[in-house]
T-cell receptor, first 112, second 112 residues
Framework: DAGITQSPRHKVTETGTPVTLRCHQTENHRYMYWYRQDPGHGLRLIHYSYGVKDTDKGEVSDGYSVSRSKTEDFLLTLESATSSQTSVYFC???????????FGEGSRLTVL | RKEVEQDPGPFNVPEGATVAFNCTYSNSASQSFFWYRQDCRKEPKLLMSVYSSGNEDGRFTAQLNRASQYISLLIRDSKLSDSATYLCVVRGNTGTASKLTFGTGTRLQVTL
């Protein structure tokens, strides 16, 4: 399996608090992604990165920011969490940016 | 109309049966197609890419029909371990995975 880990795996927080999710890879893949998965929706892209300090928005980026200061780490930040951001968040990596992604185990976030 | 549509199921089949899922997509310019498998409360994992000529991997066969804009997945000799949700993924005509669209999945339950 690809070396990709997410932390924390579970988090419960309150509305208005900041939250940071971390994705760490040991594969040296160029591309990294953050998705969220909600019932009734397919996986939806939040942000992605195509290199260190190179990031771009996905289809559901409002309320989220990302940073990638090293190849191996991709951080997702919710500046002020809302209940609508309760979800399962998946990080994924890709060597060439095509459709073959390797996913982390997911981070389950609950915003009360 | 959703960009990628799948029958959510569940498909309940006995062990040893053959089962097929279809997935329709709306963008005729879509370039690449994939099937992912997702076990309950786990991360998605790439099952197979779908090539224009169709492809087979053991008990799994994937087909692409560009004229009718659908892809299919056929599972022969179903095993209990095949029970999962199968996600159809379509990639648009750009060079990054930012254009991946995930279906909501078809749930398969294989029973004794």
């Amino acid at each position: 399996d690809a070396g990709i880990t997410q932390s924390p795996r579970h988090k419960v927080t309150e509305t208005g608090t900041p939250v940071t999710l971390r994705c760490h890879q040991t594969e040296n893949h160029r591309y990294m992604y953050w998705y969220r998965q909600d019932p009734g929706h397919g996986l939806r892209l939040i942000h992605y990165s195509y290199g260190v300090k190179d990031t771009d928005k996905g289809e559901v980026s409002d309320g989220y920011s990302v940073s990638r200061s090293k190849t191996e780490d991709f951080l997702l930040t919710l500046e002020s969490a809302t209940s609508s951001q309760t979800s399962v968040y998946f990080c994924a990596i890709s060597e060439q940016g095509g459709g073959e992604l390797f996913f982390g185990e997911g981070s389950r976030l609950t915003v009360l | 109309r959703k960009e990628v549509e799948q029958d959510p199921g569940p498909f309940n089949v006995p062990e040893g049966a053959t089962v097929a899922f279809n997935c329709t997509y709306s963008n005729s310019a879509s370039q690449s197609f994939f099937w992912y498998r997702q076990d309950c409360r786990k991360e998605p994992k790439l099952l197979m890419s779908v090539y224009s000529s169709g492809n087979e991997d053991g008990r799994f066969t994937a087909q692409l029909n560009r004229a009718s804009q659908y892809i299919s997945l056929l599972i022969r000799d179903s095993k209990l371990s095949d029970s999962a949700t199968y996600l159809c993924v379509v990639r648009g005509n750009t060079g990054t995975a930012s254009k991946l669209t995930f279906g909501t999945g078809t749930r398969l339950q294989v029973t004794l």
